[in-house]
């Protein structure tokens, strides 16, 4: 909006800082940052007198989790009114790309807002039925990706080989869904430890700020040989939001937490960064960065599958940061390895960028 604003304006002044994504995007962290420190301490004791007695803890799950009892979940609502009025604040009107990424995120917002809310009103952990919630994710990350192939195409670029592409046609819809969906929950599931979710999305959301910017420059693209995508450099603009946003909530989310993510911010940042990589032609990179959430997500999927064929877990629990708690490590061991695990996948997810 601002943007707009200093456009009309035709940037007299001041106002000639808002043609440059680096000062726009560094002000989207800061307003996102501090709009969630001002609303947090009030918005968590709303959700305190509403929820009653919190999140559903699993009986099943480890037993340092029951002192969390009575802990309020949804403060995904708290990072997402702090990322999207930063975004709001100081995007282009006219970027195709981050509507698209919006949409997402609000979409997937809603669908974990409803399925916290179906937990907290049934005081159970199970929430909406998978069905109808992929049914929904599919939808909106089917809209999303039509938005972006009729900007960029159906390429799949390669990492590793410069130039190297696959035109996946029409086949691109589908696959372009799959990795929004699939990326939204795979940090769904690794939200389960206090600070688990945040850094890593954090760090991912710095990533992916760099390499939008790259490919958003024909010069730096050609350079680097990655594919150039007009237009993409705006979403820098919304991964500072998220950077922002989440540093704000992991504030009130450092153990002891005072509020918990909940579906409807795990869901609806995970999905966003999914189009992100979507949109800037990089979703085989998304699974090197994000590796840490592709692991917890396999976790699942392994343990499911042993268990149904064999009756036998290969885990002592999913997903997996659970079963490092079960062999004994401190809940601040495991997030803090998760942590320094994250920041390395990054820079190797960087590196594809000159390996080509």
Request: with cysteine.
């Amino acid at each position: 909006m601002l943007y707009w604003l200093a456009e009309q304006l035709n940037f007299p002044g001041i106002f000639n800082l808002f043609r440059y994504l680096t000062f726009r995007a560094g002000a989207a962290i800061m307003t996102a940052l501090i709009i969630g420190l001002v609303i947090g301490p009030r918005f968590i004791g709303w959700l305190r007198v509403r929820q009653g007695k919190g999140q559903p803890i699993r009986e099943d799950g480890p037993q340092t989790h029951f002192v969390k009892r009575g802990t309020p979940t949804m403060g995904g609502l708290m990072i997402l009114t702090a990322m999207a009025s930063a975004v709001l604040l100081w995007m282009n009107v006219e970027s195709i790309y981050i509507w698209a990424c919006l949409i997402v995120t609000l979409g997937f917002g809603a669908i974990g807002f409803m399925d916290d809310y179906d937990k907290v009103t049934k005081a159970s952990h199970k929430g909406l039925s998978a069905r109808a919630r992929l049914l929904a994710e599919f939808a909106i990350a089917g809209f999303a990706t039509w938005l972006i192939v009729n900007e960029n195409g159906t390429l799949l670029y390669l990492p590793f080989w410069s130039g190297g592409a696959l035109d996946l046609g029409p086949f691109y819809y589908v696959f372009g869904a799959f990795v929004i969906v699939a990326f939204g929950n795979a940090v769904n599931l690794t939200d389960g430890l206090d600070g688990l979710a945040s850094m890593p999305v954090i760090v991912a959301s710095m990533a992916f700020m760099l390499i939008v910017y790259l490919v958003g420059r024909a010069d730096y693209a050609a350079y680097l040989g990655i594919p150039h995508v007009p237009g993409a450099g705006d979403l820098v603009i919304l991964g500072g939001a998220i950077v922002g946003a989440c540093l704000a909530f992991l504030w009130f989310n450092a153990p002891p937490a005072a509020v918990f993510m909940g579906d409807t911010g795990s869901l609806a940042l995970g999905g966003t960064i999914g189009v992100i990589a979507v949109a800037a032609h990089h979703e085989i990179v998304l699974a090197v960065i994000g590796g840490i959430f592709v692991v917890e997500a396999m976790s699942v999927v392994i343990q499911v599958f042993f268990y149904k064929r064999t009756g036998k877990r290969v885990f002592k629990m999913a997903p997996i940061h659970h079963h490092f708690e079960q062999l004994g490590w401190p809940e601040s061991t495991v997030v803090i390895r998760f942590w320094i695990v994250s920041f390395v996948l990054a820079l190797a997810g960087l590196a594809t960028l000159k390996l080509r």
